[in-house]
């Protein structure tokens, strides 16, 4: 039987992911059982040692070693017909899309695509969305910088991660969403450590601008008000999302339900919908839809849209599921 201290060392260095030491205790057990004469066993733990080192797989994340998480890496699934977002917002992003298309052109004339893009709008209204479109429909690979992990109280520390995301968005082309923005961007005058943020916003805006890459920078942000306005300058476009007109409304239930959809009237579901966010009537949409799948219907009507569009009113706000049970 192994020692107590070898168990222990397996089990600590099992909970800190740590390798090297596991491994380590391993092999001294297999030689411990050796030398009390157990040749069976100690040679079952290293065969089964050498069998989960020749089958250890390579990091999928091609990040998580060397950048410490700073990043996701996404793949990207949707296509800008997908979006459903007002025309004249439609066509900013093509445009987008058409001078990194174009951008050797534009270089021959002294001129850079459009690359550093803010989105600012509501929860829910496709911002996240739009970063995996640009990526989808130009073929790049789609990163999500993790504030959270960028920004720490530590200064020195927070600059330096700064510094690496930036390195990676230089040697490795690709669309860089920093989701959540405002982790970064908050108003410098909000917080206690004010001069902190304000030196943290200074070094990212100072990045931003001397970035010399082709990638595609996109910040969003479902608070603009909280952003300072001198990081508005840094970008070459701010594109505001918003919650969807009757008509999107009715375009993405069609798309959502698709063979589920039978004659509904956009207009009968009008209280209903009001002030739902675009993901807010998807997912209202995978609800009927699931519903009408475990009913064995074929189609979605307007009365369980109905429904289904009004739970999701109260379905993140349990004051409200309270109301309606207290008052049934
Ligand atoms: N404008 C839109 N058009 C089509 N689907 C949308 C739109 N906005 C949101 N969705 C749906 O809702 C999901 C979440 O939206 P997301 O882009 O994460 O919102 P945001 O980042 O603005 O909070 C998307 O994956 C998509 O299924
Ligand atoms: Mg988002």
């Given amino acids: 039987m192994a020692t107590a201290t070898q168990i222990k060392s397996l089990i600590k260095s099992h909970y800190e992911s740590d390798n090297d030491t596991f491994l380590t205790a391993a092999l001294q057990v297999a030689a411990h059982e050796a030398r009390q004469g157990h040749s069976a066993l100690a040679q079952d733990i290293r065969s089964l040692i050498e069998r989960s080192?020749?089958?250890?797989?390579?990091?999928?994340?091609?990040?998580?070693?060397?950048?410490?998480?700073?990043?996701?890496?996404?793949?990207?699934?949707?296509?800008?017909?997908?979006?459903?977002?007002?025309?004249?917002?439609?066509?900013?992003?093509?445009?987008?899309?058409?001078?990194?298309?174009?951008?050797?052109?534009?270089?021959?004339?002294?001129?850079?695509?459009?690359?550093?893009?803010?989105?600012?709008?509501?929860?829910?209204?496709?911002?996240?969305?739009?970063?995996?479109?640009?990526?989808?429909?130009?073929?790049?690979?789609?990163?999500?910088?993790?504030?959270?992990?960028?920004?720490?109280?530590?200064?020195?520390?927070?600059?330096?991660?700064?510094?690496?995301?930036?390195?990676?968005?230089?040697?490795?082309?690709?669309?860089?969403?920093?989701?959540?923005?405002?982790?970064?961007?908050?108003?410098?005058?909000?917080?206690?450590?004010?001069?902190?943020?304000?030196?943290?916003?200074?070094?990212?805006?100072?990045?931003?601008?001397?970035?010399?890459?082709?990638?595609?920078?996109?910040?969003?942000?479902?608070?603009?008000?909280?952003?300072?306005?001198?990081?508005?300058?840094?970008?070459?476009?701010?594109?505001?999302?918003?919650?969807?007109?009757?008509?999107e409304v009715k375009h993405l239930i069609e798309n959502s339900l698709g063979r589920f959809r039978c004659n509904l009237d956009v207009s009968d579901l009008s209280s209903a919908m009001e002030g739902l966010s675009h993901a807010e009537i998807v997912l209202a949409c995978m609800d009927a839809k699931k519903e009408a799948i475990l009913t064995d219907s074929k189609e979605v009507d307007c009365t369980l849209l109905e429904k289904t569009l009004r739970d999701r009113h109260t379905i993140f706000r349990p004051n409200s599921q309270k109301e309606q049970t207290e008052f049934a």
Avoid: W
Avoid at 94 to 110: A, F, S, T
Avoid at 117 to 140: E, N, Q, W
Avoid at 183 to 212: C, Y
């Fill in 53 to 247: 080192r020749r089958e250890a797989k390579p990091l999928t994340n091609p990040f998580a070693s060397d950048e410490d998480g700073l990043f996701l890496a996404v793949e990207p699934k949707y296509c800008l017909s997908e979006l459903i977002v007002p025309k004249e917002l439609h066509d900013r992003l093509e445009r987008i899309l058409v001078e990194y298309r174009q951008k050797d052109k534009l270089e021959r004339h002294g001129l850079r695509h459009r690359r550093r893009i803010l989105l600012a709008g509501p929860s829910g209204t496709g911002k996240t969305m739009t970063a995996d479109v640009i990526a989808h429909d130009l073929r790049l690979p789609l990163y999500v910088v993790l504030m959270e992990r960028i920004v720490t109280k530590y200064m020195g520390e927070t600059s330096a991660k700064l510094r690496m995301v930036f390195d990676k968005i230089r040697d490795k082309r690709g669309v860089y969403l920093f989701d959540e923005f405002d982790a970064i961007g908050a108003e410098r005058s909000l917080g206690n450590d004010v001069g902190e943020m304000r030196r943290v916003l200074n070094s990212f805006l100072q990045f931003v601008e001397q970035d010399p890459s082709d990638s595609i920078l996109v910040a969003a942000t479902n608070n603009l008000s909280l952003l300072d306005q001198a990081l508005f300058r840094r970008f070459d476009d701010v594109l505001y999302y918003r919650l969807p007109d009757k008509q």
